[in-house]
């Protein structure tokens, strides 16, 4: 039996974390749910983003399934990444059947370092000055160049890109960059280049076909996350799953939608893709492809989500989905 620790969280998250169990429901896996708070509803309940009973349950859960944070995102879903060390967010821009988005076929994956980097939160403030600290060490550097070169072999990807900005931030970019370069020759069956993260965004939306894997920072990767959702039909569509040695989370890549919270409009399709990345993630390859081939389906179909240009609400897609897995 495996341990799920859910954390539906604020605003949409709750709504398509709601479509996504009615769909992993339909597939009786030998998973058990618990739910949990955090958020900025919890914040407000018991004067703590992230409450105790949650990063406990979630430290003894196999798997942690998140729907999204608002205003407390840096001390919910940030803090759970550090704290379980799940080092890796993995970030697939992939344009589905039935979408209409700006660049069809499109492939592309983002393996974002998530344990440093800006986001680390040494942020100080004094007399009118603001600083942040951003730390990036060799071994984080390391541990994340490797991953995404070993996600490349496994998926039978070809090129692995890093993202920097080494010729302004000389140490922190320069030692991601160069630790990237020394890993690239560990693999010389993956090509592998380096791009400025600005110059990379002008390729990513003109010329997308030029990525595959895009190894990058932890708060570059937050950014060119959200570009790449948005190549491929937008953030309602794209998945994510955080991986380290003993933890998993999984979590859209989209936060809390508070403009369409509510109204029960929320596309649910990424939600629903982060499951089948967990359903991945414990072996369960045919469970999460019958899920996928559902999700694509019911896409084709043109019964969408008003985001997408259709009418149908979150949990009546979820429902298209379900009746799809029967
Ligand atoms: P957002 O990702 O929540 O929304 C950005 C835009 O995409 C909005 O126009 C929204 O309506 C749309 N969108 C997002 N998910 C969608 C879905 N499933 N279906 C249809 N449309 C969707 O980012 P935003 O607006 O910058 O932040 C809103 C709140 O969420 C903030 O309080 C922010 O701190 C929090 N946030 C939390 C994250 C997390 O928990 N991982 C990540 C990003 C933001
Ligand atoms: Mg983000």
């Keep these: 039996m495996k341990r799920i620790a859910v954390i539906p969280g604020d605003g949409i998250g709750k709504e398509v974390m709601d479509a996504t169990m009615h769909v992993l429901e339909k597939l009786n896996l030998p998973f058990s749910y618990s739910f949990y708070e955090a958020g900025d509803a919890a914040q407000e309940k018991y004067g703590k983003a992230l409450p105790d009973e949650t990063l406990e349950a979630c430290k003894k859960s196999d798997a942690v399934l998140f729907g999204a944070a608002?205003?407390?995102?840096?001390?919910?879903?940030?803090?759970?990444?550090?704290?379980?060390?799940?080092?890796?967010?993995?970030?697939?821009?992939?344009?589905?059947?039935?979408?209409?988005c700006l660049y069809p076929g499109l492939n592309i994956v983002v393996v974002r370092e998530n344990t440093e980097c800006l986001y680390?939160?040494?942020?100080?403030?004094?007399?009118?000055?603001?600083?942040?600290?951003?730390?990036?060490?060799?071994?984080?550097?390391e541990r994340i160049a490797r991953y995404a070169f070993e996600l490349a072999r496994r998926e039978g990807r070809k090129k692995v890109?890093?993202?920097?900005?080494?010729?302004?931030?000389?140490?922190?970019?320069?030692l991601f960059r160069d630790v990237c370069r020394e890993i690239a020759v560990e693999y010389s069956d993956i090509e592998f280049n380096d791009y400025y993260i600005d110059a990379a965004c002008m390729y990513l939306v003109m010329d997308p076909f030029r990525f595959d894997v895009i190894v990058t920072t932890n708060m570059f990767g937050d950014i060119v996350s959200d570009l790449a959702a948005g190549l491929v039909g937008?953030?309602?569509?794209?998945?994510?799953?955080?991986?380290?040695?003993?933890?998993?989370?999984?979590?859209?890549?989209?936060?809390a939608a508070f403009d369409i919270a509510g109204k029960g409009i929320a596309n649910p399709t990424a939600?629903?893709?982060t499951a089948c990345m967990m359903l991945r993630h414990f072996?369960?390859?045919?469970?999460?492809?019958?899920v996928e081939e559902a999700v694509e389906r019911t896409l084709e179909s043109g019964k969408v989500t008003p985001d997408l240009g259709g009418n149908l609400t979150t949990m009546e897609f979820a429902n298209e989905v379900a009746s799809l897995l029967d």
């Design 234 to 255: 937008g953030l309602g569509l794209a998945p994510s799953a955080n991986v380290g040695e003993k933890h998993a989370i999984f979590e859209p890549v989209h936060g």
């Design 271 to 273: 939600m629903i893709l």
């Design 161 to 174: 890109t890093a993202l920097h900005k080494a010729n302004v931030m000389k140490k922190t970019c320069g």
């Design 283 to 290: 072996g369960y390859l045919d469970e999460a492809k019958k």
């Design 70 to 100: 608002g205003e407390t995102a840096a001390d919910v879903i940030v803090r759970l990444r550090q704290e379980l060390n799940t080092f890796a967010n993995i970030r697939p821009a992939k344009a589905l059947r039935g979408i209409k």
């Design 120 to 141: 680390r939160g040494f942020e100080f403030e004094f007399d009118g000055v603001s600083e942040a600290v951003r730390i990036i060490t060799r071994q984080a550097s």
